[in-house]
Structure formats: structure tokens, C-alpha cells
Antibody
Framework: EVQLVQSGAEVKKPGESLRISCKGSGYSFTSYWISWVRQMPGKGLEWMGRIDPSDSYTNYSPSFQGHVTISADKSISTAYLQWSSLKASDTAMYYC??????????????WGQGTLVTVSS | DIQMTQSPSSLSASVGDRVTITCQASQDISNYLNWYQQKPGKAPKLLIYDASNLETGVPSRFSGSGSGTDFTFTISSLQPEDIATYYCQQYDNLPMYTFGQGTKLEIK
């Protein structure tokens, strides 16, 4: 079974750093992109960026460029999303999702179960 | 940037009703349009890819159509388990992906 399993919920204070993870299984991890998607409380889905685990090449949405870092360790089939200094506005559910490398057929499937990040003083 | 406008933002319908959601792109995106279902407290799930292709295992009461700038998502006979928020998503200008704002579907 193809699946993405994310790390557990986090509660942090403003200014703290954080890294959350997404582990793929049941497929060739380096043959697909991994994207990260934010969902703020009661809001819609926002694409943040993606990584090609084969070479760690990344693309970011302009809205998130410079605010987060996406990385991957292909040896353990895991992608990461990290913040160096969290803000209260980073409070959200974060999903990872797999997409293909073709530009002609490109969708998110499957998705991880989500990681809830709460930033509060 | 390509903007995706979904309507309505919320919808109340009865079991057995035909439900239609529309998604309009700000420019021609060919058929590079996917639909997802997100049930409360759950991760999104792919239902329709490339505008009209039903993902394996998804009930046939779900369908999608359209190309260019105008797209439609339809549930032919609403079931109680279809209560969810539905999102369209374009991928015409990779690497950027854009989601519609979502349609929250409730049972009347």
C-alpha cells in the first residue's frame, strides 16, 4: 500500500524552531515529488512547495519562499518541512502529498494524515 | 498567477439530489484540473483527475467535466457519506499549484 505517514502534533512557542516529517512507503520514494500543503483553521488548502527527493531540488510558492525550508533524506524515504522561527500565524494543519514527475498528469495522491502545528505563548 | 474561483462556497442538499459545483480558471488551463474531497478532520482525497477521469475506487456517482476555463463537478445522487468540502486544483503552470477556495456540502 502506498502511504505517507507524518509526524505527530506539535505545540511550540513563538520564535522556536520546528521540523516535521513525512515518511513514504510502498513505492519508489525518489520517483515522485513530495509537496507540502497548509490548511489554516477553518480555511482552504494552500500549496507551499515541493521537493524532488532524488536530488533535493525544490520549488516554493512565492507566499512561502524564505519562511520555510523543505528538505528530504532519500535514504530513509522521508521529507521534511521546517521553520527557524515560528510565529503564531504558522498555527495550522500541514499535509504532505505525493505527485508525479510528468507535467501532463499531475495530481496529489496519496496525502499524509496531517500534522497539527500550534504556536502559542 | 492563475486564480481558481469555485462556486458556491457552501451548499445544502437532500439525499438523492443531484449536486453541481463549478470551478472557473482565470486563464485557459486545458484539462489540468483535479477535484478533491475533504471530510471533516481528515486529509483530502483525490476523486477526479485531468478534469474528467475518475480515480480508481471512487464511486461512479462522482463525475467531472470541462476544459479551458470552466469546469463542473457533479454528484449524481447525494449520499450521507458525501458530506465534505470539495476543492478544485489546477496544475497548468507548474511548479505552481492553485486550489479553489472550497465548497462545503451539507445535508438538508
Amino acid at each position: 500500500e502506498v502511504q505517507l505517514v507524518q509526524s505527530g502534533a506539535e505545540v511550540k512557542k513563538p520564535g522556536e524552531s520546528l521540523r516535521i516529517s513525512c515518511k513514504g512507503s510502498g513505492y519508489s520514494f525518489t520517483s515522485y515529488w513530495i509537496s507540502w500543503v497548509r490548511q489554516m483553521p477553518g480555511k482552504g488548502l494552500e500549496w507551499m512547495g515541493r521537493i524532488d527527493p532524488s536530488d533535493s531540488y525544490t520549488n516554493y510558492s512565492p507566499s512561502f519562499q524564505g519562511h520555510v525550508t523543505i528538505s528530504a533524506d532519500k535514504s530513509i524515504s522521508t521529507a521534511y518541512l521546517q521553520w527557524s522561527s515560528l510565529k503564531a500565524s504558522d498555527t495550522a494543519m500541514y499535509y504532505c502529498a505525493r505527485s508525479g514527475k510528468s507535467s501532463l498528469s499531475n495530481w496529489f495522491d496519496p496525502w499524509g494524515q496531517g500534522t497539527l502545528v500550534t504556536v502559542s505563548s | 498567477d492563475i486564480q481558481m474561483t469555485q462556486s458556491p462556497s457552501s451548499l445544502s442538499a437532500s439525499v438523492g439530489d443531484r449536486v453541481t459545483i463549478t470551478c472557473q480558471a482565470s486563464q485557459d488551463i486545458s484539462n489540468y484540473l483535479n477535484w478533491y474531497q475533504q471530510k471533516p478532520g481528515k486529509a483530502p482525497k483525490l476523486l477526479i483527475y485531468d478534469a474528467s477521469n475518475l480515480e480508481t475506487g471512487v464511486p461512479s456517482r462522482f463525475s467531472g467535466s470541462g476544459s479551458g476555463t470552466d469546469f463542473t463537478f457533479t454528484i449524481s445522487s447525494l449520499q450521507p457519506e458525501d458530506i465534505a468540502t470539495y476543492y478544485c486544483q489546477q496544475y497548468d503552470n507548474l511548479p505552481m499549484y492553485t486550489f479553489g477556495q472550497g465548497t462545503k456540502l451539507e445535508i438538508k
